[in-house]
């Protein structure tokens, strides 16, 4: 008998819906705060990766196109790529990037640099992206954040697609920063817990 769905197996339409709304307008980027912490949230509060295993819409979207319409070489991610000097290194890697993102967007809201209408994939190709953008009420900062988030986003959904396909539909769950960093918050998370235990 098929297992009905649950209402989180369909969070894959915010992933695509997000990247749409994001190519007409790029305000709608920071809609992606949502999936950087919630994460975060539900590993420290629950010490678990429910995110990661049931809420992730991404690793849904990457299921769907990979796996039902076999897009997918659905082999096993190389080995390397599972180690932890791999994962760590790329998590330090990843939030460099994004804390550059934020330096950048600091500079606009102070005034030190211009609004760049420029989307950035795998942080080397700036993508013209002004079409985007037609002003808002607020300082050229929120829309220089929107735009390095969504370079951000895109980025690791690009990564995620290039792994789909070249491995099993959701390898990119395997290095993904966030992942990475829910596990890390469950591990001390739970030390913590089991010296609390110890001590009763």
């Known amino acids: 008998m098929k297992e009905k769905k649950k209402w989180y197996d369909y969070l894959w339409i915010f992933s695509l819906t997000y990247l749409i709304l994001g190519f007409f307008n790029i305000l709608f980027a920071w809609l992606g705060l949502l999936c950087f912490f ?6 420290i509060v629950k010490g678990n990766k429910a995110y990661c295993n049931k809420y992730c819409g991404r690793g849904q979207l990457f299921s769907l196109i990979g796996g039902r319409f076999g897009l997918s070489r659905k082999k096993n991610i190389p080995g390397w790529m599972r180690a932890g000097y791999f994962r760590y290194g790329f998590l330090v890697f990843f939030f460099t990037m994004f804390f550059l993102m934020l330096w950048n967007t600091w500079l606009v809201f102070s005034g030190a640099k211009n609004l760049s209408t420029v989307v950035t994939l795998l942080w ?14 607020f ?18 959904t ?24 829910t596990q890390l918050i469950c591990k001390a998370k739970n030390v913590t817990t089991s010296q609390k235990q110890e001590t009763k």
């Open 124 to 137: 080397t190709f700036k993508l013209p992206w002004h079409w985007a953008y037609h002003g808002t009420l």
């Open 38 to 43: 919630i994460p975060l949230i539900v590993a």
């Open 158 to 181: 690009v990564l995620g697609f290039l792994t789909m396909i070249l491995f099993k539909p959701r390898s990119w769950c395997v290095y993904c920063p966030m992942g990475t960093m």
């Open 139 to 156: 300082s050229d900062g929120t829309a220089q954040f929107a735009f390095g988030f969504y370079s951000v986003m895109l980025t690791s």
